[in-house]
């Protein structure tokens, strides 16, 4: 049977919002607990965690996940190591642990962090970790949230495990932490322990932080990319690394934009799934495990709607609701019941009312209504 089910009950509504009380399940490597069954005993198949309660902000961190319930609690498992948890300690847990009493918690973050982020109803943005990655310009570690800055209209964060990618409401990136291959986007490699403005622009719209690199969207639907390009991860025809936001071609029709270790995977306004970078294990979903340095259309298809990328592996989702996998499978991330990698889209399982998907390094969660 390939969908193992803990807790909990199918349910269907007619309208569906980010606070109805979806299905947790997670799949993959669990060494520290990360999956939140009770257990570190890995799994190839999707499984159940704990009651039909989350929301769909809930996302993966690195080994560890930060979940949202649909009351507005925050809930960690996973590695404790360096405070990640957020729960004063650094203790791992194999099962969610609510973070302090707050019902005041909206969106957690996106990538693989070391230093999780959360973003309150006030628009208020919180981290702990590690404190070179934090943004409160103190460089010290963390183990319960703190405050990044006084701004009150923080949207989303993404993550990379060196540093972090900002997005505010107003259209204005932000990035700090390491500065490395100048994948901040500050037109430098200068590390920096606060949140720093990316530029002056007000026009972006979507953020994808990954492995030293960075995409990003404007609102006018241009795709734009900067930092580490060793593989051709941006997508510009070459291994030049850019420190600053460089368009890739001209179209405007880019509606999403996810990083990974190795690649890129974008959306287009048509349904199209396009994917650059590092051919690992096949992750690119093209079919073989060619390298590619400009953006290749995944097959025909004009259904996809959600991506997430981990390590070396991917995850999406169509307009009808079905979940797909491609890319490494070691340790069982792709939930197809076993450890063989694939370099083309499969189906896991038969279900047709997944909501969003999240991918860690070798482990992955599914929200189901």
Do not use: C
Request: aromatic share 10%.
């Amino acid at each position: 049977m390939l969908f193992q089910k803990v807790a909990g009950k199918r349910t269907t509504t007619s309208m569906i919002s980010p606070g109805a009380p979806f299905q947790l399940w997670a799949w993959g490597e669990n060494t520290a607990g990360n999956l939140g069954i009770g257990d570190v005993a890995r799994r190839s198949s999707p499984v159940q965690v704990g009651a039909l309660n989350w929301s769909t902000n809930s996302s993966a961190g690195r080994n560890m996940f930060v979940g949202i319930k649909s009351d507005g609690t925050l809930w960690t498992w996973g590695n404790g190591g360096g405070g990640i948890l957020g729960q004063g300690d650094t203790v791992s847990r194999s099962s969610p642990t609510q973070l302090g009493a707050l019902a005041t918690w909206q969106r957690g973050p996106t990538g693989n962090p070391n230093t999780p982020t959360a973003v309150k109803t006030d628009g208020t943005l919180w981290a702990w970790g590690e404190g070179d990655k934090i943004g409160d310009g103190l460089s010290v570690n963390r183990s319960t949230p703190i405050q990044v800055g006084t701004a009150t209209n923080w949207s989303y964060v993404s993550s990379g495990p060196d540093f972090q990618l900002g997005l505010r409401t107003d259209g204005t990136i932000w990035a700090w932490g390491r500065g490395g291959h100048g994948y901040q986007g500050h037109g430098d490699r200068i590390t920096r322990s606060l949140a720093t403005q990316i530029g002056t622009l007000t026009t972006w719209s979507k953020i994808g932080a990954a492995w030293r690199h960075s995409n990003a969207i404007k609102t006018n639907g241009t795709l734009w990319t900067w930092g580490n390009n060793q593989f051709g991860y941006l997508g510009q025809q070459d291994v030049v690394y850019r420190s600053s936001p460089v368009q890739v071609g001209t179209l405007t029709t880019w509606a999403s934009v996810k990083g990974s270790w190795y690649g890129s995977f974008a959306i287009k306004t048509d349904g199209t799934l396009w994917t650059w970078g590092k051919n690992v294990k096949g992750n690119l979903g093209l079919g073989d495990i060619v390298d590619r340095s400009s953006p290749v259309q995944l097959g025909t298809l004009t259904t996809w709607s959600t991506i997430a990328a981990g390590l070396s592996h991917v995850l999406a989702l169509k307009t009808d609701g079905t979940l797909w996998a491609w890319g490494y499978n070691g340790l069982g991330r792709l939930g197809l019941g076993d450890a063989i990698s694939r370099s083309s889209p499969v189906q896991v399982g038969t279900l047709a009312n997944w909501q969003t998907v999240g991918a860690s390094e070798a482990s992955s969660f599914g929200i189901y209504l």
